[in-house]
Structures are given as C-alpha cells and as structure tokens.
C-alpha cells in the first residue's frame, strides 16, 4: 500500500508564491514519474507539472516560468514552487505518483486559493 500526501496550500495573495510538497511512504517503490495536477471550479484536472526520476520536466504553458517542479528521490518527495501566482492558480492542487509494477497513486489534494 501506498500513500501519498500533499501539503503546502493554503490563501495567498496574486504575485505571492507558495510551496507544495508531496511525501509517498508504505512499501519500497520503483517511482519512474511524480506531477502534480489541479483541479480548478469547474473544470477538468489537468497536468501542472511533472518529473521523471531522471530529472526530466514538463509544465503545463499557464505556469512556465512561474512554478518549478523538483523531487528528492532518496524521500521519495516531490515540490512545486509556485511563483507569481494568478487568481487562475485557485485550484486544488494533486499529487501523483506512478510506479512502475502498481501504476498510478494520488494524494487527497491541497486547496491552493490566489485572492486579487
């Protein structure tokens, strides 16, 4: 069994950053891909970030060059760091981890609201 919990949201002001982590624990793992995805009013979850164990990234364009995804895998952890952030950040915010034998695991979510 795995679990996976994010941690980090909360109320923020537009222009002000916030940063999010995500800890997978349980049994050993064989992670190949960890991202952090939203959900947003209304819309669809979509992909925000994500990152490879080999250090490959790749953002959504609403956040290039505001949010950087990194991981530490020795803890199995993953961050956003969230820049400059937009009334259109609101969302809350997943995180997902797949794992080679068992496949895809998410976090209960983080709400992450942006004021004007």
């Known amino acids: 069994q795995v679990q996976v919990v994010e941690s980090g949201g909360g109320l923020e002001q537009a222009g002000g950053s916030l940063r999010l982590s995500c800890a997978a624990s349980?049994?050993?793992?064989?992670?190949?891909?960890m991202g952090w995805y939203r959900q947003g009013p209304g819309k669809q979850r979509e992909l925000v970030a994500g990152?490879?164990?080999?250090?490959?990234?790749n953002y959504a364009d609403s956040v290039k060059g505001r949010f950087t995804i990194s991981r530490d895998n020795a803890k199995n952890t993953v961050y956003l760091q969230m820049n400059s952030l937009k009334p259109e950040d609101t969302a809350v915010y997943y995180c997902?981890?797949?794992?080679?034998?068992?496949?895809?695991?998410w976090g209960q979510g983080t709400q992450v609201t942006v004021s004007s």
């Open positions: 349980g049994n050993s793992f064989r992670i190949n891909f």
């Open positions: 990152i490879t164990t080999g250090g490959s990234t």
């Open positions: 997902k981890i797949h794992e080679l034998i068992r496949g895809d695991s």
